[in-house]
């Protein structure tokens, strides 16, 4: 065992001024969020979160996970009269409809692809119930979260577009991404054809009792130039962290991303008019400040990691067993891994719109 | 402009505990690094700093800038009679050498994908010699920081392997990454084969004034079970920002990385055994927090921005004008990227490895 | 004004490995804490926390605000089956018995000596009722995250013992403090007979509307040598921040403190023997670091700002007003501010005790 | 012993957004800083730093230390042509004219109130030369980064002045404190009759082989209502730790500070008019944030440690020994101090400065 009488942590706030901290494990009482640094007088009531939440909402499509989480949230502070004052915003979205008689059966199992083996050995103990801390429903307190940081830099024009890019191998190429186009789409892909494709091919993993790996991007229009710290604290750098950071990601790539390693310098730098740029494979950032074009990131999403299907693993005592994971999951974590992502790029550039407004 | 009188700036520190501040641009006085959190009665000397400094040494191949940086580390504090005393270890790296005549010609002009127009539209100055602070320069304080995590991190068994897995389009697919076939190549790629044809691609993008991009791979091994935290700061989200914020970095994916968005979770998951893992698509880390297996990294390298061929671009006044850019340049990034992966990977290592023994 | 929209904040956590961030308002719905960094493993239940809020209870005497506040905390995280997970503990205080219609008359006004006039002029906006989040009532969010900090150094041997020295001018000195003759005290205070005439004046000036002063001293008895951080976070440096960051508090001293000004170096150094040290004029610590001695502290408390006496002060709009505060109010801070100073004391033992462990 | 192997240390930073690294011994070959988040545009060069240092220099009166320290600050990185960058500004003093041999005697002896004891308990190896990094001689770093914190502030009309208010028992009450006074005194007392007592009572310590104390007060002039972040960063509590940090400082105080706990409610508040506050029993600072009147702060000073006295105390294996501190040292830390106590307070306000104006 790595620890001694148990280890702490101290990994669950983000931000510099504009600061997340999410608590809260998916069978526990509720979970939820202190967003810190919010500026004074902006407009925000429960129903503006909400809004956002609820595009995270699971049982939207067919192949999402059946457990009805209603996931109102409240907020307990930092707001007077329908307006931000400056202290911290507490959000709580308790926990309801939590069935976690399920989970009796695998609690001594560390079940393959999710973090019961490295929960165990870090800390010696775990909230088996859902994942615990580990669940993906820790995500819905960054998205409440990320609403109010969309409300920090909306102002100021900016703009965080995510989407379905690849779903089971099924990819798209789209040359004008619409918020509309996205919302029409159970897969939160703007391409319609490739929907209805994906969500076959969802239904047939569903069936053989397996899962999916996608791809999103993360579009974000109208940042201004001069967003982001050099050296460690890069936009990239802090996108890249607060991507990474969400359970199912497995890489992140920035503009023309792995694609440059096969590419010339010439290829690759993008050439400056006095009118703009004249290409984008930076993805908006250039030394790690933001350039005022679009910023592009895309994610790599694994599989669920929860399938039907029958797979090796040990249990506690490290005696092998077979594990077939029953109960209510998603067959992807598209689409709702999407709102996730606009919810951490929004936290990333609120902190770095108000890191870049410290000035005399 | 964005900025009213100028913009500060404060992202030059890494880590929480084992905590790395870089300074200094490309031609001031000198650069350098404090390391803060080195545990005391560690034996570090100088040298230990320099063999490791040594490796990123520019002028080793053919390819690679001609600026003869002699790079010499002096250890200024946190040391005494040869050992570490836990206070912070002040490195400095004197800027030999430099030449910064060269800049004038371009110091009104906005270099294509590089920093200059970012920093100017960010802090309304910037000091063009050498691409100042944003020079890749400043990623040798990193290495010699490096080097001294790497001092922690050896004594509980930890090794950190970095490797050219491409470069100009020539991948390479190893077994067994070994440190001797490594050190073997000039372009510190284990095959020998593709380390030739390597050369010959750089040679030619040398000679048509062009740069390439290329991939490195990172292996982590000997590293513990239990290492990274929860939710925002979990071992793969530090290690991507680590590396995301070398300058040329473009993605970083773990384990499979993109691979995962077209595998199915019966496929992704790595199934457990009373022996270990039967596979590694996970990359050494299950929820934030590390396996035992070894940790995978590959990360994606753009092309050298400066090239000779004549690019357009503006000045700062906007108006539009050719560039070529001569002076000492590398063609690729690749292979002196290497060992600053190695030192990003180490600072991200020793920083987890003391949060994790913070115990009771 | 000050601010253009609205100034943001974030300044509501403490501690680096012990981390509590503390949110809520007075008057809102509830008022709470999460703490980061708890170790895996320690046995905890709310009745723990609940026991140690329950000595910060108003209404004990006569003397203290007759508003009831219930101040039932409840874990909404981080627990598992009565055990710590290492999770972040959410910990939330719902305010019942709150009568805003009090604040009415004055929400216009800024009371003297309270936080009314500077956050308008930070903010721009500020919750009114009962002083939003300047409320002494956030306090007790402090104790209840401190109650976890106990748990985190009792098992070292630390013992944190706040008590009363002094209140309207009446001081004692005591050489032995025990925590039975503190329970004793309707004053916290160890000496009986100063018990009744701090009793007497707290009734004296209750009767003429107006409130007192006093000083509380804190004794941390089987503190380990070797906490601390030397430079910038010492011991004694994270002591007083933490001390001085109650909102009362306008003085924090160290051993013989203030005394030491009128004290020659062959007074105030503390001769070592074998045995131990000849007295403790450093208050136990030596370089910002503990040398094992008892930890030695006292903070000076000003009078409780709300009087009933008329005072002159202006309204939001700049016209003179004078002002008479009814409602229901403490005479002094004392005696509930001396659960909160053991609070902060032991969020800061912990941290640099967390600190301290982390070794290779 | 309670380090393992030996323990780590991240404490030599202070500021969130205007931050401040110090690194170096005393003995060894340099000492100096690194400064964060200065913002760009900012005229600055060596000359600037060196004349705020040069009121540091000892030998200046008969009473200080006769080591004669140069002192010269150099600019390693951050400004460019005069003008800061925005990146960050390394700044180093080499130690010259240093005398370890004097230390070879002591070496195996803990010194009466120094960080032998404690340095020696906690890291188990120490710099045993000059105090190593518990030297005052650290401070010069803090006193140059100061300066830097001073070119901050000062465009926004604050202005930080501090001087003797006690030595020896010699205290002074001055209704008008000006630069020119304390420039005038030997011992940067405003009062020229307590001056020469002062310098008489430094005198016969120094004959009798023993050493003073004192007080210092911090004054800051034209600071802007608003700075200051509730709850834990409060204003005061930033500045009692950054000043409690100064290795000489036992307490501290905020305008009454102490007095408060003899006052009543009525007395202690500052009444409101429409032309300004009648008192500033507050010291400039209610619930944390600033009034916009001057802040007024005191410190106490421990008389310095090492004296020519015999003193009883131990060496590392435990044996009893006397000792007598022969050597070059002051007999007070003041007047040295006071410019230490400038740098600190300038360096808190330029950080809450840079935190206030991150707005939207």
Redo the contacts between chains.
Sequence with gaps: M?????????????G????V?????SH?????A?V???????DIVEDDIQKVLDRRKPGMIASSSPRKEEDAV?I???T?LG????????L?IENKNVDSGAYEDIKDI?R????D???F???????YRGG???SAR?TAARVAAGAIAGK?IS??GMEVVAYTK?L??IVISCDRISREDIAASHMMCPDPEATGAMEAKLEE?RRSG??????VEIIVRGC???????????M??????????I?AV?????????????????????????TGF?SN???G????????QDIIIRV????????A?V????DVH???VEVSIKGRHDVAVIPRIVPVCEAMVSIVLADH????????
């Excluded at 510099?16 to 600061?19: D, I, N, Q």
């Excluded at 526990?28 to 939820?32: N, Q, R, Y």
């Excluded at 307006?83 to 507490?90: E, H, L, Q, V, W």
């Excluded at 790599?300 to 399938?307: F, L, M, R, T, V």
Aim: positive net charge.
């Design positions: 790595y620890a001694k009488k148990g280890v702490s942590m101290s990994g669950n706030s983000i510099v001024l504009f600061k901290t999410t608590w809260g494990e526990g009482p509720a979970i939820g202190v810190e640094g919010c500026p004074a007088g902006i409240r307990l502070s930092g007077f307006k931000t004052t400056g202290t911290p915003i507490s709580i560390f393959p692809g999710h973090g083996f490295t929960y050995k870090k800390y010696g103990i775990r909230d615990g801390r580990a820790e920090v102002p100021e690849a089971g191998g993993a397996d899962s999916l790996g996608g791809i201004p130039p001069g967003l982001g710290e050099p050296v460690f604290d890069k990239d750098a802090d996108l890249a962290k607060a991507l990474m950071g359970g497995k890489g992140v790539e920035i503009g023309a991303g792995f694609g440059v390693a096969e590419m010339t310098g010439s290829q690759a730098n993008d050439p400056i008019t006095p004249l494979h930076a993805g950032i250039l030394a790690g400040i933001t350039t005022g790599a999403c694994k599989p669920i990691a929860s399938i299907k797979q090796k693993t040990i490290g005696n092998p719109l108000l890191r870049q407004k410290a000035i005399i």
